[in-house]
């Protein structure tokens, strides 16, 4: 697995980041991630799941320490991201990004996924529908 | 029922052809000023009746989430606001069964801010909302309620038009959570009885359909209220139509417990 010795495994927390509402998803947002725990982290995407009821990406971020932490981030359906621009072809594998999410609630490295940045600066919302929404 | 579905099915089919065909005139009548828009008639089914197939969206934002307003509700029964405001109690299946892809029904899944496919016919009102492919099926052939099925999370759906506006009227649900307040309170749901009745009332808009539904829920309300919706309408999300959305595939979280299953 490429790395790009980029990175850093630091959680940004602050009330800019806890403003941003949670996703309407298949279910309560407050059923798996911890909005009190919002994390934002670089890597390089691994792997990418694009299946219901939420995408998954798969991004090494390397610590540091110089140690690898595999993260998985939970996106939107399909079907609102495809509608939205968002595909396949948008979160290749071994492209650097920085993903803005919460963590999941039991502690894992898992995360919400709603933002995605690139390395030239584009963001596109990876999240579900009303994380697109102006001023929610 | 099998009957009924295959002539439903058979029918959408038919009736998807010209919806189809009728994309294009939709577009064009959908003017930006309302007064244009009743200037020139919406688009009629061949029966006569107005033409409500296409794709819609429920309302998205903070002011309008998927929930309904206090502002609109009736007073409450004694007791009923206990009904009404259940606590969540920390268990997992209950306080969020759409975690475990449980189906979330009429209204709670049908106001959910996804796209919503309606495919008319004389006999049959079809909606199939892409969040969990709730699929409603109307008849609107005069038929009365049916007696003998056991309550559901969508309930017993009849319908009929008065003039032009289509009055949905749906009886026998399961008691089940009614929207998604819990946004705006996470320490409860806001449920209904099993004696919820809902009253639809759907007419044209200039912007896609009015949808007022009517909530009669005699065990926690003491009249019955309602809300008004605009179901916009989106003739652009026909050419890809609705995806498929199958809660059990991937569903990598439930109750929160992620786990290292990567």
């Known amino acids: 697995m490429k790395t790009f010795g980029l990175v850093r495994a630091a959680c940004i927390v602050g009330l800019l980041a806890a403003t941003t509402l949670p996703a309407l998803a298949h279910h309560s947002f407050a059923a798996e991630f911890d909005r009190a725990k919002p994390v934002k982290l670089k890597g390089v995407i691994t792997r990418l799941e694009w299946q219901n009821p939420h995408i998954w990406l798969f991004v090494d971020v390397t610590g540091d320490d110089g140690k690898v932490t595999n993260w998985g981030f939970s996106g939107g359906p399909p079907g609102l991201l495809t509608r939205r621009g968002v595909n396949k072809e948008t979160l290749k594998v071994g492209t650097v990004v920085i993903v803005s999410g919460f963590r999941a609630k039991d502690g894992s490295n898992n995360a919400s996924g709603g933002s995605v940045t690139f390395e030239d600066g584009r963001n596109v919302f990876t999240g579900s529908a009303e994380d697109a929404v102006p001023n929610r | ?262």
């Not at chain 2, 009886?171 to 009745?197: C, E, I, Q």
Request: glycine share 8%.
């Open chain 2, 1 to 262: 029922m099998r009957n009924r579905l295959t002539v439903a099915s058979l029918a959408a089919a038919a009736a998807a052809v010209v919806a189809v065909s009728l994309t294009p005139v939709r577009v064009a009548g959908q003017a930006p000023q309302a007064q244009a828009s009743a200037a020139v008639p919406a688009s009629r089914a061949p029966d006569g009746k107005p033409d409500f197939s296409g794709f819609y969206q429920a309302p998205v934002g903070a002011e309008r989430g998927p929930r309904f307003s206090p502002s609109k509700m009736a007073p409450f029964k004694p007791g009923g606001e206990a009904l009404f405001y259940e606590m969540r109690n920390g268990d997992p299946f209950h306080d969020e069964p759409r975690d475990f892809c449980w189906p979330s029904g009429f209204p709670w899944g049908f106001l959910a801010p996804y796209p919503v496919q309606i495919v008319q016919t004389p006999q049959f009102m079809v909606m199939v909302h892409e969040f969990q492919r709730l699929t409603r099926i109307i008849p609107l052939d005069g038929r009365p309620h049916s007696a003998k099925v056991e309550p559901s999370y969508g309930g017993d759906s009849v319908g009929h038009w008065e003039g032009d506006t289509l009055v949905i009227d749906t009886t026998n649900y399961k008691r089940w959570g009614l929207d998604d307040y819990h946004y705006v309170d996470p320490t409860k749901n806001r449920m209904h009885s099993d004696a919820f009745h809902t009253i639809e009332r759907i007419s044209r808009n200039p912007n896609g359909l009015n949808w007022q539904i009517t909530i009669d829920d005699p065990k926690i309300f003491t009249a019955p209220w309602s809300e008004d919706f605009l179901m916009r309408a989106h003739p652009e999300w026909a050419k890809d139509g609705l995806f498929e959305f199958v809660c059990q595939e991937n569903n990598r979280c439930p109750a929160g417990k992620c786990g290292d299953g990567k």
